[in-house]
T-cell receptor
Framework: ETGVTQSPTHLIKTRGQQVTLRCSSQ?????VSWYQQALGQGPQFIFQ???????GRGNFPPRFSGLQFPNYSSELNVNALELDDSALYLC????????????FGPGTRLTVL | RKEVEQDPGPFNVPEGATVAFNCTYS??????FFWYRQDCRKEPKLLMS???SGNEDGRFTAQLNRASQYISLLIRDSKLSDSATYLC????????????FGTGTRLTVIP
């Protein structure tokens, strides 16, 4: 096991609602990255947090936002949910930013109805 | 054009077979390369890093060809437990938003 945990494991929401997903990084890791994985696709990078600051962002709209806490755990918030937001949301922790090996949590499966 | 392209498969091979996957990347400035394995409805797990000199870990061999911009994964003596989706990962350069996953190649090893 990687030591990266995520909650909840599953979630069902309706269009227009807001959701918060949580991630606890592996001990000693100061960087958390969030990914969206739609069915049959590879993970798509949403953003990364390094020492509580956003450190880079993929091609996702502003309604996807995040936060990292002093203990390096992190939240992903999605506002105004759309049907296409249904996916597996993965967080990955690493010791540093950029090219460091990332270790994934088990993911949160979000279904938007 | 996608940063990383993989043949999605599926690859169905008998136990004991040798199977190879390729992954191509579009940006010649790419710096780091990895193969991840993802079991059904599970998270991706690092299988191995990929170096220009090639690297081997038991039955698995990874190669990088910078001139042709592709990476490969070779699995020898396939086991039933090798059935999974294999994702290649390319990092363009140091920086958070430069990490790209392929769509994955699905492998099923048949008894």
């Amino acid at each position: 096991e990687t030591g990266v945990t995520q909650s909840p494991t599953h979630l069902i929401k309706t269009r227009g609602q807001q959701v918060t997903l949580r991630c606890s990084s592996q001990s000693g890791h100061n960087t958390v990255s969030w990914y969206q994985q739609a069915l049959g696709q590879g993970p798509q990078f949403i953003f990364q947090y390094y020492r509580e600051e956003e450190n880079g962002r993929g091609n996702f709209p502003p309604r996807f936002s995040g936060l990292q806490f002093p203990n390096y755990s992190s939240e992903l918030n999605v506002n105004a949910l759309e049907l296409d937001d249904s996916a597996l949301y993965l967080c990955a922790s690493s010791l540093g930013q950029g090219t460091d090996t990332q270790y994934f949590g088990p993911g949160t499966r979000l279904t938007v109805l | 054009r996608k940063e990383v392209e993989q043949d999605p498969g599926p690859f169905n091979v008998p136990e004991g077979a040798t199977v190879a996957f390729n992954c191509t990347y579009s940006n010649s400035a790419s710096q780091s390369f990895f193969w991840y394995r993802q079991d059904c409805r599970k998270e991706p797990k690092l299988l191995m890093s990929v170096y220009s000199s090639g690297n081997e870990d038991g039955r698995f061999t990874a190669q990088l060809n910078r001139a042709s911009q592709y990476i490969s994964l070779l699995i020898r003596d396939s086991k039933l437990s090798d059935s999974a989706t294999y994702l290649c990962v390319v990092i363009l350069k140091t920086g958070a938003n430069n990490l790209f996953f392929g769509t994955g190649t699905r492998l099923t090893v048949i008894p």
